[in-house]
């Protein structure tokens, strides 16, 4: 499997399919391997890139907590597009890792095609409720450091399906990655110029209301609700959405012909 070396951490992707690149990033304490029903509907059109983020699955796990960063993790996606050769992409990502596309995005909009953004939320521009969602973060990080792994068999089906080494990188990418430091992502919405779709699991409760801000926000925002999907609307019903995927890619004329 190939590795990307920053600075001496190791970072593990999947390249597949042909076409245009599109990097998918798995939410937190998810890995790449959340994407897998998603290759056969989107390899023939794309070259998909899925990978671990540092901290999770087969990725390194550095045990300096200034590697986890929001900066870091933008900075890995620009160097595995780099690896794969490609200028630009479709940048999209679930829960965490759609946050990160925005963030992306911000950061590197000349090497956005466009965004997929999937149950997920853009943060906050009130520093208490930021505050809140930090503190739950850090609150994560703690049980991770005290219970390890614990039971991961009770979690969203995305964190089923991933496989970690131990729980010491995700302690740390939960202070460094999941805690949020300022509002420019959230700030950035109305700038974004490229064609996104903001796709969100019809009982995914806690992030129904970040999905229409986003949507409203985003200049051209298409917007899908799966039916009968959480958190993992990808997982939860592939079929719904795949297919919403598929027709945004093409009506947005990013899809290479198979």
């Known amino acids: 499997m190939p ?6 951490v190791q970072i593990h992707y999947e390249a597949a399919g042909r076409g ?8 937190f304490s998810a890995t790449g391997e959340m994407w ?3 290759l056969a509907a989107l390899t023939p059109h794309f070259t998909v890139i899925t990978w671990d983020m540092r901290g999770h699955g087969r990725s390194d796990y550095p045990a300096d907590q200034s590697l986890y960063s929001e900066d870091a993790t933008v900075a890995d996606m620009a160097a595995l597009l780099d690896a794969a050769g ?28 466009a965004l997929l953004i999937i149950d997920t939320g853009p943060g906050y521009k009130n520093d208490q409720a930021r505050e809140g969602w930090n503190a739950n973060a850090l609150k994560r990080a703690e049980r991770y450091e005290t219970e390890g792994l614990g039971d991961l068999a009770k979690a969203s089906a995305e964190v089923r399906a991933a496989s970690h080494r ?16 300022d509002a420019r992502v959230i700030e950035s919405l109305p700038a974004i110029a490229v064609p996104a779709i903001v796709i969100v699991g019809e009982n ?3 992030f129904l209301a970040a999905s229409d801000y986003m949507a409203a926000k985003i200049p051209g925002a298409k ?3 799966i039916p009968n999907a959480g958190h993992a609307a990808n997982i939860d019903n592939p079929h719904a959405f795949n ?15 198979a």
């Open 204 to 206: 995914d409760t806690p």
């Open 243 to 257: 297919a919403a995927l598929t027709g945004f890619l093409q009506d947005a004329r990013l899809a290479e012909p």
């Open 3 to 8: 590795k990307l070396d920053r600075d001496g």
């Open 20 to 27: 245009p690149a599109l990097l998918l990033t798995h939410g």
């Open 223 to 225: 917007k899908a609700v």
């Open 36 to 38: 897998r029903g998603q």
């Open 86 to 113: 490609a200028q630009s992409a479709v940048i999209g990502g679930l829960s965490l890792g759609g946050y990160m596309s925005l963030a992306f995005h911000r950061a590197h909009p000349e090497r956005t095609r």
């Open 166 to 181: 131990d729980a010491s990188g995700l302690a740390r990418a939960a202070r460094g990655m999941l805690t949020q430091r």
